[in-house]
């Protein structure tokens, strides 16, 4: 009970005091103490996670009530929460690569004058995403889902001097509050149906298969909106390349690692809830499935670095909601844990390339850095292998269990998913060339000055490259051995009391799969070698790109097409309203009242002359009237 | 001097209190002159002292509350009194007047 | 009980009391109200004697006939307003000023017949002394008594400091003073 208190209390106390009093500190105070607040956070989580592994008596977990939050008629709300298999998982990997980047930050903000509110901002989304998880009810998963949003807004508009970053903030919060509507209608049918929003009240009912299949859908799709929105899924994604107008670390942080994956906690969450509406399933899979495909292609033709692992976290997360959507839950996890691993290392190993060039961000610029980074190149490569699928790395496995899963539900999603596994490789590859291959291109920058970034930079590279290489371990697949194998997926089951044990397919179709997928990797790999670093091509500039490029360059002309269809709408509808509704018959309304107030205050300034005679008639005669009702009545 | 109370009431003094107070009130109210203001006022307070000392002698019973009352409102007449006229003593230097009617520097 | 029934002294002093209550209200002269205001208080000490009153007929007397109506007198010699300078007010205002006094009269008296008569008990004739009152204000009304020390400390130094000269600021309005009566 207490080491809930205190995984919270910590971030939370850090943000307070940077918060409040950060200004005053010096940097190195501030930086450290944002840090070993949520690296104090992650050693009680991990003290917490053994309990859990060790204690059987702890197999629900920890429950912690703060205090009862709403109390109205028959809604009742508790500040309460929960740490059970699932939410410390979350809690690890929030509070574990949370230090990470808190450390990572020191060096890389270092010479922000908004130092101390980079960290309190940090630590108060590290708070609000810990609410998120941690929270026993739906109200404190809104909570935490609207404190990650509030800071994810600040963050990306951290450097808000920059009109473009803050349009990106506004953009992000805007499409997060479309899919938060969802979230909140789903919450009203929940609450609606079961008269509770209590995780351990309503999950059991909905598994108990009462509630009819057409609520079950309609709850489950609401939700499944509020996931598209923080997890950036068609046709919510936008806000998610755009949000990489923040600081890097917030980008590896928010944007790769952890609050885009609270969609995907959300639905696992729920599993009973998604795995009852087939229906919502499958609209799941083919969004998931359309935004891996869409994001991917987009970015093969991006050139900015960051822009690229933005369109790959999008199409990672795709592949997630994939993942559930073909009722492979423990595949989802264990994708969102070694995604935050090696998306967090890439994004933090762009950011180091980005600190080293002095915040150039396009990789056409780039080139040949492996030579002055060999830190960043050798991180940032174990990173592009895990991503693409190379044999026996964290994303190996999990990439494969996903399209394991995939093969068993439908033959054309796996297709498409190899597909759109392909183009990873060749994305990233590409840019992976381009950066750290072939010859320097900047000329405002030379290449002497390109430098290694700091320890406090390198250490959480190297540390996230190890977990890149190792994550597999967490759910090895049945082949390496039955005794190693699938720890993940027993160690959700309690969490997960319906999903099926799906290894009903035998050995050699599964190596034939994984054969597929090596084969997939290999072609990426030589295509792009071939391509960048033999031929030493370079990807030509916008304007230039043919065709179908140009399609892509554009990023699908997404932004354009609800540019027109959504906002031109909306902003004549708004001229409209301004210039009749508003102006006419509100402010007429409005000035009005003001003008006839004006005209009777006029008239009532004569009483007040300042003439104390008058004052005194007025009081006698007020005096009288008194005294002469009291007589009377 | 007992022998008049038999013939008398409270409410006759009530009565030319009360003629007195409104006295004072009418000239409160009329007059522009700060000094005779302050007379009216002090008219007004001895039509409450008269009061007093009638409804002193109408409880009986060796009660003197009544006429310790009338001391004090005399204690804080002559201190408003005091005041009352250094105000008006410097209102007249730094204005040349003492017509109420001139000071209405309340209005803003 | 009929106004004719009633004691003599009692009526008389009355008649004087609201006659020169009236002049003090009604004369254009600042002094003249001065003189009929301190006629009114004789005319209340009376009414204490007749009250057994008789140390507060003194006290009446001292302080309000002769210490403030004094003051009074003096303040108007000083600032020389003894002449006939307040400008007379529309006769609206004391139609005004009659009305309202006079609502208030009434609505007063009105109240008052609802309350039944009541004869006076009467009281010792020892009680107004001032060696009766004397130990009544040192024992029971101390404190009071102290207070109203303070309060008289308080308005004396109030006083002194209002009636203070800015000597900067008054020579000035003097020279004004002088230039104007020039």
């Not at chain 1, 903000?109 to 998880?133: P, Q």
């Not at chain 1, 406090?456 to 049945?478: I, R, T």
């Not at chain 2, 109408?58 to 201190?79: E, H, L, P, S």
């Amino acid at each position: 009970m207490n080491s809930i208190a205190l995984i919270l209390g910590l971030p939370i106390a850090g943000f307070l005091i940077n918060g409040l009093f950060g200004k005053s500190l010096p940097k190195s105070v501030v930086g450290w103490l944002g840090t070993f607040a949520v690296l104090a956070s992650f050693v009680i989580a991990l003290g917490v996670f053994n309990d859990l592994r060790l204690n059987p008596d702890f197999q629900n977990g920890l429950n912690f009530k703060l205090y009862t939050f709403l109390n109205v008629g028959n809604f009742h709300v508790d500040f309460a929460f929960s740490l059970d298999r699932l939410s410390v998982m979350m809690t690890l990997i929030i509070t574990g690569i949370g230090s990470l980047i808190h450390l990572y930050s020191i060096a890389y903000m270092h010479e922000d004058e908004g130092f101390y509110k980079f960290f309190a901002y940090l630590n108060l989304f590290i708070f609000n995403m810990l609410i998120l998880v941690l929270g026993s009810n739906f109200m404190m998963l809104f909570f935490g889902w609207e404190g990650v949003g509030l800071c994810s807004y600040l963050l990306i508009g951290f450097w808000y001097k920059n009109a473009e970053y803050g349009k990106a903030a506004r953009k992000a919060f805007v499409m997060n509050r479309i899919g938060d509507l969802g979230l909140l209608m789903g919450l009203f049918l929940i609450f609606h149906q079961y008269q509770s929003l209590d995780y351990n009240i309503v999950l059991p009912k909905i598994a108990d298969g009462s509630t009819s299949v057409y609520m079950l859908t309609a709850i489950s799709m609401c939700l499944f909106v509020g996931a598209m929105g923080k997890s950036a899924q068609i046709p919510l994604y936008t806000w998610l390349p755009d949000a990489m107008a923040g600081p890097t670390p917030v980008s590896a942080l928010i944007h790769a690692a952890t609050m885009v994956t609270a969609g995907v906690y959300l639905i696992v969450r729920c599993e009973a809830l998604f795995y009852l509406s087939p229906i919502t399933n499958n609209v799941i899979m083919w969004v998931g499935l359309a935004t891996s495909l869409l994001a991917a292609f987009i970015g093969l033709k991006q050139n900015d670095i960051k822009k690229v692992l933005a369109y790959s976290t999008v199409s990672q997360l795709g592949l997630m909601f994939v993942a559930i959507g073909c009722g492979a839950y423990t595949a989802a996890m264990f994708h969102l844990a070694t995604h935050a691993f090696f998306k967090a290392l890439l994004f933090l190993g762009s950011g180091s390339v980005i600190h080293a060039m002095h915040h150039e961000q396009d990789i056409r610029q780039m080139g040949g850095l492996k030579a002055k980074m060999p830190i960043t190149y050798i991180t940032f490569l174990i990173g592009t292998l895990a991503i693409t699928g190379f044999p026996f790395l964290s994303g190996f496995f999990s990439k494969d269990e996903i399209l394991i899963a995939a093969f068993e539900h439908n033959k054309i999603v796996y297709i498409l998913a190899v597909l759109s596994a392909t183009v990873t490789g060749l994305y990233m590859f590409r840019m992976f060339f381009t950066t750290f291959h072939g010859t320097y291109r900047n000329h405002h920058h030379s290449f002497e000055k390109v430098h290694e970034s700091p320890w406090q930079m390198s250490v959480p590279l190297m540390v996230l490259a190890v977990l890149s290489v190792l994550g597999g371990l967490l759910n090895l697949p049945k082949y390496l051995g039955e005794g190693v194998s699938h720890k993940l997926a027993h160690w959700l089951a309690p969490i997960l009391p319906m999903a099926e044990n799906h290894s009903e397919i035998s050995h050699s179709t599964e190596f034939a799969l994984l054969g597929v997928a090596v084969t997939v990797f290999i072609i990426a790999f030589l295509y792009t070698r071939f391509k960048y670093v033999s031929r030493n091509a370079v990807p030509e500039s916008d304007e230039k790109t043919p065709y179908l490029g140009k399609l892509l360059v554009n990023k699908f002309y997404v932004d354009e097409i609800y540019d027109t269809i959504i906002v031109k709408p909306l902003e004549m509808c708004s001229q409209i309203v301004d210039s009749f509704v508003d102006s006419k018959i509100i402010g007429g309304f409005v000035s009005g009242i003001s003008s006839v107030l004006l005209k009777i205050s006029n008239l009532n300034k004569r009483i007040q002359n300042g003439n104390i005679e008058y004052y005194l008639t007025f009081m006698v005669i007020a005096l009288a009237l008194f005294l002469g009702f009291n007589l009377l009545f | 001097m007992l022998n008049i109370f038999q013939s008398l009431d409270i409410s006759h003094y009530i009565y030319l209190s009360c003629v007195l107070f409104c006295i004072g009130l009418f000239g409160v109210l009329f007059r522009r002159n700060a000094i005779v203001l302050l007379m009216c006022i002090e008219l007004m307070l001895n039509a409450v002292n008269l009061l007093f000392a009638a409804f002193s002698e109408y409880m009986g019973d060796k009660d003197a509350n009544g006429q310790m009352f009338v001391f004090f409102i005399m204690v804080v007449a002559a201190a408003e009194a005091a005041v009352g006229l250094a105000i008006l003593v410097m209102v007249y230097r730094n204005t040349r007047k003492t017509d109420v009617s001139f000071l209405d520097s309340l209005k803003d | 009980m009929h106004i004719t029934n009633l004691p003599l002294p009692f009526l008389i002093l009355s008649f004087i009391t609201i006659l020169c209550a009236l002049y003090v209200v009604t004369s254009k002269n600042p002094v003249h109200s001065v003189l009929a205001l301190i006629l009114t208080f004789f005319s209340i000490s009376a009414h204490y004697i007749l009250l057994n009153a008789q140390f507060l007929a003194i006290v009446n007397l001292m302080v309000y006939a002769g210490a403030i109506m004094v003051l009074f007198l003096f303040v108007l010699m000083l600032l020389n307003l003894s002449k006939d300078t307040e400008p007379v007010k529309s006769n609206l205002w004391g139609v005004a000023a009659a009305i309202s006094a006079g609502l208030l009269l009434v609505v007063i008296t009105a109240s008052l017949q609802k309350s039944g008569i009541a004869v006076m008990k009467g009281n010792s004739p020892e009680i107004g002394l001032v060696k009766n009152l004397g130990r009544v204000l040192m024992t029971e009304y101390l404190v009071p008594f102290e207070l109203s020390g303070i309060l008289f400390i308080a308005a004396m130094v109030g006083a002194v400091l209002l009636g203070k000269r800015d000597s900067e600021k008054q020579d000035l309005l003097q020279q004004n003073d002088v230039q104007e009566n020039a």
